[in-house]
């Protein structure tokens, strides 16, 4: 009876909840701008970000920025490329996908210098579906409650169009509480 009560709690906490998509063609173009980002909002569960970038090094070309910040009791166990191509049919289908702390980048592309990249992964369509949580955060399984920001670019002359899954789940001090009101509800029962 013990095993099913934290089961059943720990079932509730890891449950997926609906979860914020942002996509560009929808949602309007991200942040070019590395001190000010796009603030993103993130739900519990899967959330998706979708960008197009071309042309990143050049005047007038398309950088994206994007942040998010996770609150008490919240943090990220997974992220994923969930796309990686060339929507428009050239032959180009990689980008860089940069991220770092805080919530704008001191990092500075143009002189690839600066602090502020914890890690960063060169996308392609063989990309898709890999967990890079630990290459994009410099070998961490998980961040928990701060501010954190991306920088994604493509410096060729095809359109790339980028997908990144956030998967926020309640931090495992969160998850501890549930458990523990799962097993006071089991005693109650009783």
Same mark, same amino acid.
């Given at each position: !009876?013990?095993? %099913?009560?934290?089961?059943?709690?720990?079932?509730?906490?890891?449950?997926?909840?609906? $979860? $914020?998509? =942002?996509?560009?063609?929808?949602?309007?173009? *991200?942040?070019? #701008?590395?001190? $000010?980002?796009?603030?993103?909002?993130? +739900?519990?569960?899967?959330?998706?970000?979708?960008?197009?970038?071309? *042309? @990143?090094?050049?005047?007038?070309?398309?950088?994206? =920025?994007?942040?998010?910040?996770?609150?008490?009791?919240? @943090? /990220? +166990? @997974? !992220?994923?490329? *969930?796309?990686? %191509?060339?929507?428009?049919?050239?032959? #180009?289908?990689?980008?860089?996908?940069?991220?770092?702390?805080?919530?704008?980048?001191?990092?500075?592309? #143009? /002189?690839?210098?600066?602090?502020?990249? #914890?890690?960063?992964?060169?996308? %392609?369509?063989?990309?898709?579906?890999?967990?890079? /949580?630990?290459?994009?955060?410099?070998?961490?399984?998980? /961040?928990?409650?701060?501010? =954190?920001?991306?920088?994604?670019?493509?410096?060729?002359?095809?359109?790339?169009?980028?997908?990144?899954?956030?998967?926020?789940?309640? %931090?495992?001090?969160?998850?501890?509480?549930? $458990? !523990?009101?799962?097993?006071?509800?089991?005693?109650?029962?009783?």
């Amino acid at each position: !009876m013990l095993k %099913s009560g934290i089961a059943g709690a720990a079932l509730l906490a890891g449950s997926v909840a609906s $979860a $914020a998509i =942002y996509d560009e063609t929808v949602d309007g173009d *991200l942040s070019g #701008d590395r001190f $000010a980002p796009t603030m993103i909002t993130l +739900d519990q569960g899967m959330n998706t970000v979708s960008m197009d970038v071309v *042309l @990143s090094d050049q005047p007038g070309g398309d950088r994206d =920025y994007f942040t998010f910040t996770l609150g008490a009791g919240q @943090s /990220i +166990d @997974s !992220m994923v490329i *969930l796309e990686s %191509s060339n929507p428009l049919g050239g032959s #180009d289908s990689a980008a860089f996908v940069g991220f770092g702390p805080g919530s704008f980048f001191d990092f500075d592309p #143009d /002189i690839f210098s600066g602090p502020g990249l #914890d890690g960063f992964v060169i996308t %392609s369509p063989g990309f898709v579906g890999v967990e890079v /949580i630990n290459d994009l955060t410099g070998g961490l399984n998980s /961040i928990g409650p701060g501010s =954190y920001s991306f920088w994604v670019q493509q410096t060729g002359q095809d359109l790339t169009r980028v997908s990144i899954g956030l998967n926020v789940i309640p %931090s495992p001090s969160a998850m501890g509480v549930l $458990a !523990m009101g799962g097993l006071v509800a089991m005693r109650r029962r009783r």
